[in-house]
């Protein structure tokens, strides 16, 4: 079974800095992918950046950046320059092609708080 | 930009009582599925719909559970007799296709309270 583990329930960040949100995963799949989803206050969550496990260099998305380690299962995601409008849930999601199951495993989320 | 939209954004409803969730999916789209939070609870997912036929489905959409695709444009999860247990944030999607690199869009979701 996969499994995805955010082990930070809840994080706060200046506006300007820099924040790392944690991820693990584990599985014994070798192609999958990796995506971080952002849902803001009563809003859609959206897709905020992806990662496919077979790939070495890590996405970048403009303020958004992935430190994959895939030998440590490892997904985290660094926003730079945080902005207000960064203040939302994050989710950390796996997506793997067993037995032709396209279903996203979440993690439980971490809520961000940016402070002016 | 299209987006998915759900129908109520909450609804209160009582134990043992029929609820049928909305969805409208962005209208290109030919994937759609039902995921679910229970409070606190990861994201989990509970069914994928695919040519008006259930594609796939997780443990947890058992007999109370049914997906309808009524006409071109809605998309519905119904639960027949709804349990205290049911309390959760249901949350549609829809993607284009299916695949490892599919992005699938999500509505804001429908909190459900069974009272």
């Known amino acids: 079974a996969q499994t995805v583990t955010q082990s930070q329930p809840e994080m706060s960040v200046q506006e300007a800095e820099t924040v790392t949100l944690s991820c693990t995963y584990d599985?014994?799949?070798?192609?999958?992918?990796l995506f971080w989803y952002k849902q803001p206050p009563s809003r859609q969550m959206i897709l905020v950046i992806r990662?496919?496990?077979?790939?070495?260099q890590n996405a970048t998305e403009n303020r958004f950046s992935v430190n994959f380690q895939k030998a440590a299962k490892s997904f985290s995601l660094k926003i730079s320059d945080s902005q207000l409008g960064d203040t939302a849930m994050y989710f950390c999601?796996?997506?793997?092609?067993?037995?032709?199951?396209?279903?996203?495993?979440f993690g439980k989320g971490t809520k961000l708080s940016v402070i002016p | 930009e299209p987006e998915v939209t759900q129908t109520p954004s909450h609804q209160v409803t009582q134990m043992g009582q029929e609820v049928i969730l909305r969805c409208v999916p962005i209208?290109?789209?030919?994937?759609f599925y039902w995921y679910r939070q229970i409070l606190g609870q990861k994201v989990e997912f509970l069914v994928s719909?695919?040519?008006?036929?259930?594609?796939?489905k997780s443990e947890i959409f058992d007999d109370q559970f049914s997906v309808e695709r009524p006409d071109g444009s809605n998309f519905t999860l119904k639960i027949r007799s709804t349990k205290l247990e049911d309390s959760a944030m249901y949350f549609c999607?829809?993607?284009?296709?299916?695949?490892?690199?599919?992005?699938?869009?999500f509505g804001q979701g429908t909190r459900l309270t069974v009272v």
């Open positions: 999607a829809s993607s284009r296709d299916r695949g490892l690199n599919t992005e699938a869009f």
């Open positions: 719909f695919y040519n008006n036929e259930i594609s796939e």
């Open positions: 999601a796996f997506m793997y092609s067993g037995a032709g199951s396209y279903q996203l495993t």
């Open positions: 209208s290109n789209h030919l994937y």
């Open positions: 990662q496919e496990a077979y790939k070495q």
């Open positions: 599985t014994s799949e070798n192609n999958y992918y």
